[in-house]
């Protein structure tokens, strides 16, 4: 079944959507949460609990020509929250290590007094990719968005460990010099 | 914003970039061009230091005019070896069949002693000797097939080479002696050059 016509049966409040989304996407999306939580049985409750919030965010949401990004953006924050809620899980320490590099690409440290609305940051950030080639924006989203490892990374690109080290080390200097350059001081 | 915060705006991001960045990347084949890099230099190395240090290149000086055949198998593998240990010019000689050469009848005559060191079974099926001047190159004629003599209690080859010096007008400056082995099917040659030293003695350059 096509994307469009699953969001149509979330919008008609059919339950067989859920199913549809699935059959279709759910092996993707519980890959997905595996690589952020590492733990199979995590990885199937951030599963189920996406389907759940697929149903409760369409509508008002229309996801009809990016499904499979909308249920992936939705499985990324429940299994960061999982990461972080669950110290028993290994990976707490890996997303305070991406924590701490996603730090330097803010210009100045935390002030209450100077917060960017969340939208006009995502557009920053938006901005900054688009500057990207294609495949240090992959990279980068690779490594801050679906988490991967830098060995993980080197891997799917066929670069060396090195070599990806220092294009996100760039490519983080330049965000937040785009940032600074914009006038967002965060 | 915190580093945890922006990690957590990420996925506000532009939809179609996550669709591409989970896309499997084509992988490109670095081997082959890390590879092709890698010869490319070493030639580039060999020939940069051969130009800068031509007495550390091997082969011939670059005013040699002769090919020259290496050392080839079975050579190297099966321990036989050939060393020329003399070269001579000389104006007469009287070969065992009782012929005299002379330089007065029009013979130039060039003998090469040489100590073959040959596993039983290989011989010496061949031999020649050019030589090449100002007025070209000519092949000298063998004129004994092979002499084998005991010097010094070691055997030598003799290898006796006469050129008409009517067939050869000029001086000679160079010569390229060639000698084949073989056993059975299997054969192989080496090359000696020679260059004229003094009137009757040559400066022999084993390759």
Redesign the interface.
Known sequence: MDDPTIVDLYLQRDETAIQETAQKYGRRLRSLAYGFVENLQTAEECENDTYMEAWKSIPPHEPRN?L???L??IV??IA?DFC?SSSRLKRNAY?CE??????Q??PAP?DSMC??E??E??GA??GF?STLG??K??IF??R???LDSISAIAF???YSESKVKSVLFRSRNQLRVYLQKEGYD? | VRGNELLDLMELVDPAYVAAADMIPKKKNRTVWKTVAAIFCVVLCGGLISYIFPFLSPGNPPDVPYPVTGMNSPWEHEGNSITVTDVTVTDSYLAQDGTLYSEEKGDYLVIVRCKAILVPGWSITGHSLTCSGSSGTNLCSPSEPLIEVSENGEKTRLLLFSIRMQDFAGDIDAYLLEIQIGSGNRVGQQGFVFFQKTASTLLGLVV
């Open positions: 990016y499979y990004p909308f992936a953006r990324r924050h960061l972080r997303i991406l924590t701490a590099e996603m730090e690409c803010i935390d917060r960017l969340e939208a940051l995502a950030i938006n990719l294609a495949e924006r992959d989203l690779r801050y968005w679906f799917r690109y066929g965060l």
